[in-house]
Nanobody, 130 residues
Framework: QVQLVESGGGLVQPGGSLRLSCAAS????????IGWFRQAPGKEREAVSC?????????WYDGSVRGRFSVRRDNHLNTVYLQMNSLKPEDSGIYYC??????????????????????WGQGTQVTVSS
């Protein structure tokens, strides 16, 4: 069964850090690009980042998180991580990971489109507040 499970969310103060995990099962995560998205209450789900497979080696970040967030893989654990630093209240929301439908690459032109992903995790809550 193809599945993605996020973990690592929580409550953190502004300026703090969190590391989210996206554990894959039922497939090799390095055979696919993996995207990260977030959704705040009353807002649409938005793209945060996408990591291509190791063989492609191209990652993308939304402008709102570039320089603060970073994404990486641990292929031995079949897990993708989203390291979030210098967190702001506007980073709060439910964070989801998802598998790129087309395979290994996160494409520049459409990595941020929800329609490009075929498998989603259940999400993990991130709250940035003092």
């Amino acid at each position: 069964q193809v599945q993605l499970v996020e973990s690592g969310g929580g409550l953190v103060q502004p300026g703090g850090s969190l590391r989210l995990s996206c554990a894959a099962s039922g497939f090799s995560s390095d055979d696919y690009g993996i995207g990260w998205f977030r959704q705040a209450p009353g807002k649409e789900r938005e793209a945060v980042s996408c990591i291509s497979s190791s063989s492609v080696g191209i990652n993308w970040y939304d402008g709102s998180v570039r320089g603060r967030f970073s994404v990486r893989r641990d292929n031995h654990l079949n897990t993708v991580y989203l390291q979030m630093n210098s967190l702001k209240p506007e980073d709060s929301g439910i964070y989801y990971c998802a598998r790129v439908m087309s395979g290994r690459a996160c494409e520049r032109s459409h990595w941020s489109r929800l329609s490009q992903y075929d498998t989603w995790g259940q999400g993990t809550q991130v709250t940035v507040s003092s």
